[in-house]
């Protein structure tokens, strides 16, 4: 397969993507600094190691911060060779003559390459592992939006106990993991958007109800009429961030369960803190934690019942370390075979979130009304026309926070539309997508 060669880029004067490496990696990066200096200045000298390394990582994280914002040549680190001959592979035809920087490169990958390195700094330090810089933040935001999570719980514990299967529950559980989406803090910590977490975990029945035409397009019948003929499978579900939206992809994935849609979920999160809000194993955990040390019943069965299911197996959690490479679905099966493997035994992925979608569709200027099958590539593909080697339907549950949009129901003249309405209408969250692939010719 070829890939596409529109790839954004940040070069592009006034893009999105110029504006993340200008404004929001570097308030992201000095948010980071100050994570770290928060996290040593009050040890008493007892701690000198943890201080004097503490100091480094910031003198570090501070250069880094000045090497993206002013656009500087990207230096692969090479004292992790296989690391570095991994990250330099998954840009190719870079000429060996030309320093590249942050912006001519793709923005995928040098987006991703500032996390990996965000973390390389940190991870080198002795007294510094298994630190996350985004922790406080993300535990701070799940905490501010409980409100609106018990208000959640309480209207859905009477109609998840129905036995009875009910499409128009499935609408609604969809929607709820489809809007959790916007409570990212990479795009709540951007001042322009005028989304606060607040907001976005109000999820009412009428708040649903009026978003609903803010999706662009929208195959959740598509998804309801494939779901209703597996029975007892495994469902997968390649997460996005932690907090509320986990949340709300626990509900729907307990819902499954529940209904017999599935037997079993896996959740596929990140091996390293990853574009803030992202979720790792010890935020999948806190946040059942959380839910069921609450002293609201509702709230409490609901976390148990996840802790069940962790013990049970139903709910399983890994984390890959493709998911945390620069590398866009296209090349998932030459990349991590494994992977590969392990998701073909699923009858269902969803992919949940922006960044998801962009490594989805390759992070490419394509024309609006291209189809979501051909935009996800040799994923809609069977590679050996072998079974167990098919990939599974891919559906995707992405509020729209950057540039690539395909499968718009209304085509171009909906876009052109849109771009009367609301300029932003692609990065401001506002705006929504429910696409599903299914290979026919399975
Ligand atoms: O900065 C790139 C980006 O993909 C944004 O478009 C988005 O705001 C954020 O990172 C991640 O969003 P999500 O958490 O939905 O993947
Ligand atoms: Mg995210």
New binding site residues.
Partial sequence: DNPPSRALRGLESKS?AQK?FKK??PVTLTNVVDDVHRSFSSLDASHKLKIDQGKEIVYELSQLRHHVQRDKPVKLVEDDLEDAKLWAKAQENLDDDIEYTYQSLT?LFS?CLVYRDVHRIIQTRSEWKGYDPFRRQKEASFKSTLSGSIELVERLAPLFSRSNVDKALFVEMLQLALWG?RA?L??IN?LTAQSSIHEVSNLSVESLASQNSNILANDTVKAWNYLEAVKDKRIDIIL??SGF?LFTDLLLADWLLQHNHASSIHFHGKAIPW????TTQSDFHWVIDQCAAQIHPEMQSFGLRWKNYLNESKFVFSAHPFWTTPYPYWHLLDVAPDLYADLAKSSLTIF???????KLVYDCDWPVDTSFSSAIGPLALDPKSNSTSRFPPVLAL??A??DPVVGLQGGIVQASKLDTIDKEWR?N?RYALIQFHYSTSK
């Fill in positions: 999105f993340t929001r990696l923005w987006e989406n990212d990479s795009l951007d996005d961030n939206e574009f803030v809000s992202d949940k979130g922006d960044l998801n979608y962009r992405r509020t926070k950057s990065l969250g």
